[in-house]
């Protein structure tokens, strides 16, 4: 009862709610060398009474010649509304590097952020869709100009816990 309770407090206050839950499912990433898939495991749960979002990904993929899984992507983000610009900001972690970046509410249940890659080698944008009930859709996109966008990642995943 107190876990549901606290469920609804936290959506009422927190309008990223709708990302709340345990999501599971895959990803495809383009590289040179073709394309790949992985298996993604996500979690968004709200923290201090909602207000902050914690999100914990996972992506696991397994070794063609060992036969066993290897990370491929372990990364941690907290997204926190500043009070005074009511902007969105998102910090987070990935392997030795940290990333600070403003995410936009661009639709009813879809967010976006973008950052610029070490060394001007363009910038990434991930824009993820929750539009549809108990569904995640990712895009990541590389755009070498900021103008022209061309898809380099996706994500299907589906809620499967709260």
């Known amino acids: 009862m107190q876990t549901t309770m606290l469920s609804q407090v936290q959506s009422e206050t927190n309008p990223l709610s709708f990302m709340f839950g345990t999501w599971k499912g895959r990803g495809i990433i383009s590289s040179p060398e073709g394309k790949k898939e992985t298996d993604i495991t996500e979690q968004v749960s709200s923290k201090l009474n909602g207000s902050i979002v914690v999100v914990e990904g996972l992506g696991t993929r397994t070794d063609a010649s060992t036969g066993q899984k290897q990370v491929v992507h372990d990364a941690f983000g907290?997204?926190?509304?500043d009070k005074t610009?009511?902007?969105?900001?998102?910090?987070?972690?990935?392997?030795?590097?940290?990333?600070?970046?403003?995410?936009?509410?661009?639709a009813a249940h879809t967010i976006r952020w973008e950052m610029p890659l070490p060394h001007n080698a363009g910038n990434m944008r991930f824009t993820t869709d929750f539009s549809e009930p108990r569904t995640w859709k990712g895009t990541g996109e590389y755009s070498r100009d900021g103008k022209e966008w061309m898809v380099v990642m996706e994500t299907n995943l589906t809620k499967v816990g709260e």
């Open 78 to 81: 907290i997204l926190t509304q």
């Open 85 to 106: 610009t009511k902007r969105w900001m998102m910090r987070a972690y990935r392997n030795d590097e940290v990333i600070d970046v403003e995410v936009t509410i661009v």
